[in-house]
């Protein structure tokens, strides 16, 4: 029998089961979108600090774990930019962090490196409005179902159609997203 989502913020046996389970697609969500593996360690590990605050929100009728997982990680990643939009010095962004062992960073540049072309095709949608970004970031690059981009994203399925079809249509000429799958063109 499996336990209710809540558990793991109390139980850390079902917190362990839960973050090993899904530690590695965090941490490649959050690769494909910085390019620092300071920042990534610290975003995977504010991510699941927030499900221990979560837990209780989530609800297995309105989409996967890995959907509600994506949507705390983008919140996450939000907040992030908007912190380091605010600094204005170089000092100020890296105080307060533990340095990672050689270990984790090189772990975490393989990770990124394995990522730079999805980082190119996040440059290449730039231009797209943040909805239809959004959207196509989570179906193509992130191969979420369109129900679970529209959980992640906290829209209708309509509407989640319809902003992925606006995206692909926009991109479809552009060679940098060529490596992707973009079918449904029209």
Known sequence: MRRKQADIATDPEAFEAFYRRHVDAITSFLARRVADPNTVADLVAEVF?????SAHTYRPGRGSEIAWLYGVARNALSAERRRAFKETRLAERVGGRRPLDSDDVTELEERIDAESLARRAFQAMAGLPDG???MIELVVID????????TALGIR???ARARLHRARRALRTV????PF???GIQ
């Open 49 to 53: 600090a927030a499900v221990l605050d």
């Open 132 to 134: 239809d970004r959004a």
């Open 143 to 150: 191969q979420l179902t369109i129900s679970e981009a529209a």
């Open 157 to 159: 399925h309509g509407a």
């Open 175 to 178: 060679p940098e997203m060529a």
């Open 181 to 183: 799958v973009l079918e």
